[in-house]
């Protein structure tokens, strides 16, 4: 069993920045793929970063060049630096994790998810 927790979620305004952080305990191994997700009110959860156990990253279009995804295997930890920040970014962002292959865009392929942190942009 692996247990996610993310934490770094808060208010900021828009064009602000956080950094989410989603720590891993448990059975973890470096060969799990990481990902973060989001799901704003009345909308479906939407992918929008991985990290693959192979170094490679992937994001949805919407986020592409304001967010960095990053991991410390050291520290079983994953990283979403969110940058320029718009309204469109307020929900409710979740950190999964999952060894195996597939879609890194689809939800179904983790196994694992954490609680999930609040992210709230003011306009």
């Known amino acids: 069993q692996v247990q996610l927790e993310e934490s770094g979620g808060g208010l900021v305004q828009a064009g602000g920045s956080l950094r989410l952080s989603c720590a891993a305990s448990g059975r973890v191994r470096s060969t799990y793929v990481m990902a973060w997700f989001r799901q704003a009110p009345g909308k479906e959860r939407e992918f929008v970063a991985a990290f693959s156990w192979s170094g490679s990253t992937f994001y949805v279009d919407s986020v592409k060049g304001r967010f960095t995804i990053s991991r410390d295997n050291a520290k079983n930890t994953v990283y979403l630096q969110m940058n320029k920040l718009k309204a469109a970014d307020t929900a409710v962002y979740y950190c999964?994790?999952?060894?195996?292959?597939?879609?890194?865009?689809?939800?179904?392929?983790?196994?694992?998810w954490g609680q999930g942190t609040q992210v709230t942009v003011s306009s």
């Open positions: 999964a994790a999952t060894t195996r292959l597939g879609p890194y865009s689809s939800g179904s392929v983790y196994d694992y």
